[in-house]
């Protein structure tokens, strides 16, 4: 049998997306239905006092909802469930839902909007990690503080004295927006005392969860459905509870079905976004570069309210100590409250933030010290069967030196280091520069995050021999859809014609738990690998041929057979939620990033000419989608380090929330790139692969500080890496 | 407001249709026409998600009124595939090296990529970047629309050939 995995099997959705056919949200036909909307606060804090609704307006054909028609609680389930679906009084953020509209026509539904005004007692509020801590505001709980972690190990104490020399500095890093190209989009209706919900999401069970809350229903009184998704990257992860939320109230109260659009502005100004975060870095070295002691207070803003935010604090937290050994650590964790939309999930999960400080930190103690960053990150790096901060006792998978020689090699490290001192010599006003960063991701939930989801993955087994995959992990331009079937034709050892994704419908799919945390490949995948190895098993057949009649022998009369695994814990992962002691992470994916740049002395403008990058993912299932997963990441991650910012209004609403102001990456901004894997199977993945989506997005922005530095000798602390704060170091 | 009759062809086929003079292409394509391959991913012309032909030149639907449509002939997304609904060869290119991922700014991308090969565009990359620079991806990183791209120049190159 041909294997499949390993090859470059063609996305099952590349013809319709092409050709334009494929149906995201709103391009679902739909039969006298309603449009939606959501009319949100003026200020960014306040008492709600009333809605007033123009006397001059006709409001004939509007249907209108507030906090009074929730039939169940008004609150949004979350990790923390503290954030309401509609204000009732309290408002926290600018653009923070109060009252929802309905229309049959989008125009009249748009005037309808401008003609709502609200009596709101102003309260001052705050936007910044900074003013936060402070306390001259106090916003929400008793002190603006949401939640603190530690993690803790060795004698911090006897760390600092035993070190040469002491470095401290401060980093910061702001909003970044997932910047999906298709904003949101949301459908509900109801029937016979059920609701359905069709949309861009991606992970139904999240929405189905909440929408039992708002509604007080039952599991099968809620069915929630995914559209095509236009791109996610964890934007798509929390919010969509809330418009789904938004939409369903308003189809019960009209009787309509009602689907709910965000333009580009509204999408950009309330949904969630990467949390900012203030990075506090001390850390001992002595004279020959062995780190003695880090200490750390990692500060993220959540946001106006808490929702899940703990759980981004704690990837944060505990990848926070980099690649590195070290004997003794402590890292505070703390999310703090602002009075700005909810922060959430996006790619790399408070990874990017923490890794931001920590690699810049090392590249600048090298620079101090008189050291190459490479050997200093060398004489450092975690070594196989190495600890970390956790206690964790690592393997023999410990990747780091093989990942990062591996990158340097690629990019002709001694060479190029050459050419660039020829370059700079050469030239006046472009200076380049060569700079890296090292790090990691952990594959799958935090802790025992996967214990307590257990999800539970399937197929279902067509008489005709078909397969059909059934996940409630979402397809949003990943290729999960596509991947995952490799992985069950392998088992099933049939060609990939034979398998399918099914669609996602909660009311067909089990809960496999959400498509976040790079978890679908490694851990879903490997449920769905034991499902493959349990049909070959129990029908027992040779070849094509003989496993289409024995397909149909085991059927008998039954035109199908659906056939399930839950998640099974690999063993020795223990993890003590309370202490932060044990394995953090059932396996860690290892990568390294080289990135050349150019400097511009005039004009401080950073262009970046090459990047290389080598990442452990262990098997690549299939290498052409995997590449590209890669290079999109790099591209995120250096849109983070250069361009990407929010910035605010005098009224606390995000003074960018567009794409004319909001600078991502265009094709003009890319490097050439050059990409590489390193393949070493891991043991507890399907076929050996681990998780890739986040990882990518981890290493950017310190490789381009690094490379910065590298070229211009300046040190930079705060994202973006712009050409007005590197012009403020330079002129100082 | 005062509605105005406009006749156009859209992928060559006559339309007359009464709305308003500030309607958007865009609108007009997806609302009345339901042709939903044109995407909206900004509303203010940044993105390139909508992008379409107007008499042979790359336009933003999404900020191009009715007012500016009378007697033009548009091409959308939808009159690129071949006849059988099939995909071109350049739509092919962009599948055989991995250019979709979610695939919102796909029919932005191939309708850019069309222009630039329908006007004799070259394999040198950075003229490619040009010609795709009105139009975000957020998901590829670009490198594998440039690979799309170039192939589906050889591609043409070779049915020229032939």
């Not at chain 1, 975690?382 to 206690?391: L, M, Q």
């Not at chain 2, 407001?1 to 308003?20: A, G, L, P, Q």
Request: aromatic share 10%; glycine share 8%.
């Amino acid at each position: 049998m041909e294997k499949v995995v390993g090859k470059n099997i063609e996305r099952f959705d590349a013809k319709s997306k092409v050709t334009g056919t494929a149906l995201y949200a709103d391009d679902i036909p739909l039969n006298d239905f309603l449009y939606g909307a959501q009319v949100g606060s003026p200020v960014a804090r306040g008492i709600l006092k009333a809605i007033k609704k123009d006397p001059d307006f006709d409001w004939t054909g509007f249907t209108f909802v507030d906090y009074k028609d929730i039939p169940g609680k008004n609150e949004v389930e979350s990790v923390v469930w503290d954030m309401p679906f509609l204000v009732e009084s309290e408002i926290r953020y600018h653009g923070q839902a109060i009252l929802l509209l309905a229309h049959k026509n989008k125009e009249t539904l748009e005037e309808g909007i401008k003609r709502i005004s609200f009596d709101i007692e102003e309260l001052p509020y705050v936007t910044t990690i900074d003013e936060s801590l402070s306390k001259k505001i106090i916003m929400a709980r008793e002190d603006n503080v949401f939640r603190t972690k530690l993690l803790h190990r060795g004698d911090l104490e006897k760390g600092f004295k035993n070190a040469d020399f002491i470095f401290e500095n401060t980093y910061y890093t702001p909003h970044q927006e997932q910047a999906y190209i298709e904003p949101f989009a949301m459908t509900a209706h109801w029937e016979n005392n059920k609701v359905y919900i069709k949309g861009t999401m991606q992970c139904p069970y999240y929405i189905h969860g909440g929408l039992k809350v708002l509604f007080d229903k039952k599991d099968d009184e809620v069915i929630i459905a995914q559209s095509a998704v236009g791109g996610a990257f964890g934007g798509k992860e929390d919010y969509p509870t809330v418009i789904s939320g938004h939409a369903a109230l308003l189809s019960l109260k009209s009787g309509k079905t009602v689907k709910i659009i965000y333009d580009r502005d509204l999408d950009m100004n309330i949904t969630t976004k990467r949390h900012p975060s203030k990075s506090v870095v001390k850390i001992g070295v002595t004279k020959s570069g062995k780190i003695t002691a880090l200490d750390m207070d990692f500060i993220l803003d959540g946001g106006a309210y808490e929702t899940m935010s703990s759980v981004i604090l704690a990837r944060g937290m505990l990848h926070a100590f980099g690649p590195y050994e070290l004997a003794n650590v402590r890292i505070n964790g703390v999310i703090v409250a602002t009075n700005t939309p909810p922060n959430g999930a996006f790619r790399g999960f408070g990874a990017p933030q923490s890794f931001f400080a920590i690699e810049s930190q090392i590249d600048l103690i090298a620079q101090k010290l008189n050291m190459s960053p490479s050997e200093l990150r060398k004489l450092n790096f975690v070594k196989k069967n190495g600890t970390f901060p956790t206690g964790q006792l690592l393997g023999d998978d410990v990747l780091i030196t093989e990942v990062f020689e591996q990158m340097l090699n690629n990019a002709d490290y001694e060479n190029l280091q050459k050419e660039i001192a020829e370059f700079n010599k050469n030239n006046k006003t472009k200076k380049r520069g060569f700079g890296f960063s090292t790090f990691f991701h952990g594959a799958g939930f935090t802790g025992n995050g996967e214990v307590m989801v257990a999800s539970k993955a399937g197929v279902r087994l067509q008489k005709d021999g078909k397969v059909f995959v059934l996940v409630a992990n979402t397809e949003m331009g990943q290729g999960a859809h596509t991947v995952l079937p490799q992985i069950v034709a392998e088992a099933l050892e049939l060609p990939m014609d034979y398998v399918r994704t099914e669609k996602v419908d909660t009311s067909i799919v089990p809960n496999s738990g959400p498509t976040v945390a790079s978890r679908t490949t490694m851990i879903v995948g490997e449920i769905l690998r034991r499902v493959g190895k349990k049909i070959k098993k129990t029908l027992n057949y040779n070849n094509e041929s003989d496993y289409l009649e024995k397909v149909k022998a085991y059927l008998n009369n039954k035109d199908s057979e659906n056939f399930y695994e839950t998640y099974n814990k690999p063993p020795k992962i223990v993890w003590d939620d309370e202490n932060y002691r044990g394995d953090a992470y059932g396996t860690y994916a290892w990568a390294a990033y080289g990135v050349l740049t150019e400097v511009d002395t005039l004009s401080y403008d950073v262009k970046l000419i090459n990047a290389w990058s080598v990442f452990d993912i262990g098997k690549v299932i299939n290498p052409l989608l995997a590449s590209g997963q890669v290079e999109g990441g790099m591209i995120q991650s250096f849109g983070y380090a250069l361009t990407e910012n929010i910035v605010f209004d005098k009224k606390g609403k995000y003074w960018n929330a567009d794409f004319t102001n909001y600078i991502i990456p265009s094709i003009m901004d890319v490097p050439k790139m050059h990409i590489d894997f390193y393949n070493r199977e891991y043991e507890f993945g399907p076929y050996g692969a681990k998780g890739l989506g986040e990882l990518p997005m981890d290493g950017g922005a310190p490789a381009v500080n690094n490379a910065i530095r590298n070229a211009i000798g300046v040190d930079l602390f705060n994202l973006p890496l712009s050409p007005e704060q590197i012009m403020d170091k330079m002129e100082r | 407001m005062n509605k105005i009759k406009v006749s156009f062809k859209v992928n060559n086929k006559d339309y007359e249709i009464e709305t308003t003079p500030l309607r958007r292409l865009l609108d007009i394509l997806r609302e009345d026409l339901k042709l939903m391959g044109t995407k909206e991913g900004c509303g203010e012309g940044e993105c390139g998600a909508c992008s379409v032909l107007i008499d042979g030149e790359l336009s933003l639907a999404c900020i191009t009124p009715a007012t500016q449509l009378e007697g033009k002939e548009i091409l959308t997304i939808e009159g690129i595939s071949d006849k059988d609904g099939e995909p071109s060869y350049i739509q092919k290119a962009f599948i055989d090296k991995g250019a979709v991922q979610c695939g919102f700014c796909t029919p932005g991308f191939v309708m850019a990529t069309h222009k630039y090969i329908k006007d004799g565009g070259s394999n040198d990359e950075t003229k490619i970047k040009e010609a795709l620079s009105g139009n975000f991806c957020r998901c590829t990183g670009y490198a594998k629309i440039v690979d799309g791209v170039k192939e589906a120049i050889v591609r043409h190159n070779d049915k020229e050939a032939k």
